[in-house]
């Protein structure tokens, strides 16, 4: 099965992303910053205003991937949050001061997120190991997902190392390939990587502004791209 998944910030967004016929959102705030934990109001607007998944951003500050005993506290209340709201998961990554996987981190917020589907975030790019993260996110059943460009730079040049993972993850997880993807390349990425989950941010918004409205035709013209090329 095709996955598109779009990032939205609001209410309005979710459900322009929901009618143009994406399959899952990925809520957060603070797009500018590469994405923000969303206030609880706004969790809870969205989630009664869509029928489709969300899947929302638990990230406190985007300082860097490497959180504080404070932090984590912090981050443990917003995953709770989420699962009282019914909200399908969430996404997080964490990272340590060597720029490796935290795993004791990690741990610490998967132990609160049980029943909640988890996308391991970005921070998975700036791995220097990304088929050894992989293998480490591995352990992981909670982890469903990995959202990943293939690394540093754009996912057009990083498409044989985004078939390397895909072929590592064996359909054990999800590789949602995000970062550039749009409807000039995603039917190449589609054939050539091996991956059928893709995520778009500003591609889904007027000028490709990470301020702009979601505009449906966007969404839809690279839905077309996956389903009838």
């Given at each position: 099965?095709?996955m598109?998944?779009v990032?939205g910030?609001n209410?309005?967004?979710?459900?322009a992303?929901?009618?143009a016929?994406?399959?899952?959102i990925?809520?957060?705030s603070?797009l500018?910053e590469?994405g923000l934990?969303?206030s609880?109001g706004?969790?809870?607007?969205c989630f009664e205003a869509?029928?489709?998944?969300?899947?929302?951003?638990?990230?406190?500050?985007?300082?860097?991937?490497?959180?504080s005993s404070?932090d984590l506290?912090?981050?443990?209340s917003d995953?709770?949050?989420?699962r009282?709201?019914?909200?399908?998961?969430?996404v997080?990554?964490?990272?340590?001061?060597h720029?490796?996987?935290?795993?004791?981190?990690?741990?610490?917020?998967?132990?609160?997120s049980?029943g909640?589907?988890?996308?391991f975030h970005?921070?998975?790019d700036?791995?220097?190991?990304?088929?050894?993260g992989?293998d480490?996110?591995?352990?992981?059943p909670e982890?469903?997902?990995?959202l990943t460009?293939?690394g540093?730079?754009?996912?057009?040049?990083?498409v044989?190392?985004?078939?390397?993972?895909v072929?590592?993850?064996?359909?054990?997880?999800e590789i949602?390939?995000?970062?550039?993807?749009?409807?000039q390349?995603?039917h190449?990425?589609l054939?050539?990587?091996?991956s059928?989950?893709?995520?778009?941010?500003?591609?889904?918004r007027?000028?490709m502004?990470?301020h702009g409205?979601i505009?449906?035709?966007?969404?839809q013209r690279?839905?077309?791209?996956?389903?009838?090329r």
């Amino acid at each position: 099965m095709m996955m598109l998944e779009v990032i939205g910030m609001n209410v309005e967004d979710c459900i322009a992303i929901e009618q143009a016929g994406a399959n899952r959102i990925e809520l957060v705030s603070a797009l500018s910053e590469g994405g923000l934990t969303p206030s609880v109001g706004m969790i809870e607007q969205c989630f009664e205003a869509v029928s489709i998944p969300i899947r929302v951003m638990i990230r406190p500050h985007s300082r860097h991937f490497s959180y504080s005993s404070y932090d984590l506290e912090v981050m443990k209340s917003d995953i709770e949050v989420v699962r009282q709201t019914g909200c399908e998961g969430i996404v997080i990554g964490t990272l340590d001061e060597h720029g490796r996987i935290h795993r004791k981190a990690l741990e610490s917020l998967l132990k609160v997120s049980d029943g909640l589907d988890v996308t391991f975030h970005r921070a998975f790019d700036e791995l220097d190991d990304l088929e050894g993260g992989l293998d480490v996110l591995l352990n992981y059943p909670e982890i469903k997902t990995v959202l990943t460009s293939g690394g540093a730079g754009d996912v057009e040049h990083n498409v044989s190392i985004l078939k390397k993972l895909v072929e590592k993850a064996d359909n054990r997880m999800e590789i949602l390939i995000g970062g550039g993807v749009n409807e000039q390349n995603i039917h190449t990425l589609l054939q050539e990587s091996g991956s059928k989950s893709f995520h778009i941010g500003r591609m889904a918004r007027e000028n490709m502004d990470i301020h702009g409205r979601i505009v449906k035709t966007h969404i839809q013209r690279i839905q077309n791209e996956l389903y009838t090329r």
